[in-house]
């Protein structure tokens, strides 16, 4: 199984999108809140390529994107091999 990594806010809808998709996977994942320290903000961001928005998915250390790129990949056929491992 895939090692997921998912950055959030407690509010933001996209984020609570983007963990139903993967729960609805049985995927376990990580969650990292970056509402209450801007280091981890500036962290994600580093990792995300400037990407500042949340949410950042991360499969295996590999940047998927926000929650539209997320669904876009599953969509494609390409979420479900990834989450294997």
Do not use: W
């Not at 995300?48 to 539209?68: E, L």
């Amino acid at each position: 199984m895939a090692t997921v990594e998912i950055y959030t806010t407690p509010t933001c809808p996209f984020c609570h999108a983007a963990k139903r998709l993967l729960a609805s996977k049985g995927t376990a994942y990580t969650e990292i809140d970056v509402s209450r320290d801007p280091a981890i903000r500036t962290a994600m961001t580093q990792r995300a390529n400037g990407r500042r928005t949340v949410p950042q998915v991360f499969i295996d250390g590999h940047h998927i994107g926000g929650s539209d790129d997320l669904h876009a990949l599953d969509a494609k056929g390409g979420l479900d091999p990834m989450l294997a491992g």
